[in-house]
C-alpha cells in the first residue's frame, strides 16, 4: 500500500513537471508566479510577503525574484510609500503565462485523479487527509 502510494506520488509529480517544463518553469518559480497572481490586482508583493507566504529566506526570494525577473516575468518597482522597499509585480508577459500554465497545472491535477469517480475522489482525499493527520500535518483542507 505504501509503494503504491509512492508509486502514485511519483507519477503525479512527474506529469506537473512536464506542465513546468512545457512552460519553461522551474517549480519554484511557478510558484512565486501563483502567488503573485493569487494576490489579486495590481499583483504585487514585497519580498518579505513573497518570503512569508513560501515559508522561504529572503535571500530565496531573491534568487527566485532574480531569475524571473531576467525572463521578463516579473519585475521590481519601488515602493512609493517607503523609499527603501520595492514591490515584486507580474508583467504582462508573466500573467499570461502564469495563466496558461495554471490551467495546464489544474488540467495535470484532473487526468491524475480521472479514473477515480467523483465519489472515490472524495473518499481518496478524506483517507488522505487521515494519513496526513498521523504525521503531525496540521494544515486545514481548501474548501472545494
Given at each position: 500500500?505504501?509503494?503504491r502510494?509512492g ?11 512536464h506542465v513546468?517544463d ?8 511557478f510558484?512565486?508566479?501563483g502567488v503573485?497572481r493569487?494576490?489579486g ?6 519580498p518579505?510577503?513573497l518570503?512569508r ?6 535571500a ?9 525577473e531576467?525572463?521578463?516575468?516579473v ?6 510609500d517607503?523609499r ?9 508577459r508573466?500573467l ?8 495546464a497545472?489544474?488540467a495535470?491535477?484532473?487526468?491524475a ?6 465519489g472515490?475522489?472524495k473518499?481518496?482525499?478524506?483517507m488522505?487527509r487521515?494519513l496526513?493527520?498521523t504525521f503531525?500535518?496540521?494544515r ?5
Amino acid at each position: 500500500m505504501v509503494q503504491r502510494l509512492g508509486r502514485g506520488a511519483r507519477y503525479v509529480e512527474r506529469s506537473i513537471e512536464h506542465v513546468f517544463d512545457e512552460f519553461g518553469l522551474h517549480p519554484y518559480e511557478f510558484y512565486v508566479l501563483g502567488v503573485l497572481r493569487r494576490s489579486g490586482k495590481p499583483y504585487r508583493m514585497s519580498p518579505t510577503q513573497l518570503a512569508r507566504t513560501l515559508l522561504l529566506t529572503a535571500a530565496s526570494v531573491t534568487h527566485r525574484v532574480d531569475r524571473l525577473e531576467k525572463a521578463g516575468l516579473v519585475r521590481r518597482i519601488p515602493d512609493p510609500d517607503d523609499r527603501r522597499g520595492i514591490f515584486v509585480e507580474l508583467t504582462p508577459r508573466g500573467l499570461g503565462l502564469v495563466d496558461r500554465a495554471i490551467e495546464a497545472h489544474a488540467a495535470a491535477e484532473e487526468y491524475a485523479v480521472s479514473g477515480l469517480t467523483p465519489g472515490e475522489q472524495k473518499e481518496l482525499a478524506r483517507m488522505l487527509r487521515k494519513l496526513l493527520l498521523t504525521f503531525g500535518d496540521t494544515r486545514p483542507d481548501r474548501p472545494k
